[in-house]
């Protein structure tokens, strides 16, 4: 793994655990679809600003995150986020990430995870439009597996239920438009949150 901080990664694991599921039954369905080894990427559904830690939590693995880069705006936010592995990027203007997509190869290249919220920022119970920028990117440069993720919350009580749910591993076939892979990426992740 790259220069993360393994220290403040445990240490944020930690406050998850503490701060988060007392709040949150978390349930997951198929871990094993995550791959054991090789670079890939997860495609969650994005419902709020909990999947983040609560899917690092349900994965059980460190995982890097592309998220927008007004998160990093400040000091104590970029240390924050970049030592949880964020990585940020400028969705409206890809070359000004240059940087971030240098570090989203290299992450790959060492056979690590990157979570990309496809739809790109959150759809509370019902699906969004996929956004084909970062997912044309690492096709065009990437033959790696894209594990679609469900995520449904369902409040009860005082405890939020939360269901995540890992799909099996797909590839864009060669010669494939970014455009349809993820079309049909958007169809599994919606299947799977039960949308």
């Known amino acids: 793994m ?116 496809p739809e790109g920022t959150y759809y509370m119970n019902k699906v969004g439009p996929g956004q084909t920028g970062i997912v044309k990117l690492i096709l065009s440069r990437f033959n790696v597996p894209f594990v679609p993720v469900g995520i449904n919350y369902l409040r009860t009580g005082f405890r939020t239920q939360l269901k995540i749910t890992f799909g099996k591993p797909i590839y864009a076939e060669k010669e494939m438009p970014a455009a349809m892979f993820l079309n049909i990426l958007m169809k599994k992740i919606a299947g799977l949150s039960g949308l």
Not at 51 to 77: Q, V
Not at 97 to 114: A, D, P, Y
Request: aromatic residues 12%; hydrophobic residues 45%.
């Open 2 to 117: 790259t220069s993360r901080k393994y220290l403040i990664l445990w240490v944020i694991k930690l406050a998850c655990r503490l701060f988060l599921q007392p709040f949150f039954k978390i349930s997951t369905h198929g871990i094993e679809n995550i791959p054991e080894k090789g670079g890939f990427i997860l495609s969650p559904k994005h419902q709020r600003w909990e999947d983040i830690p609560l899917l690092s939590l349900a994965a059980g693995k460190p995982l890097y995150y592309i998220a927008k880069h007004e998160l990093f705006n400040n000091f104590l936010s970029n240390w924050f986020f970049s030592s949880l592995g964020g990585i940020p990027l400028n969705r409206e203007r890809l070359m000004e990430s240059r940087s971030s997509l240098v570090k989203i190869i290299e992450v790959l290249n060492q056979g690590e995870g990157v979570v990309v919220f």
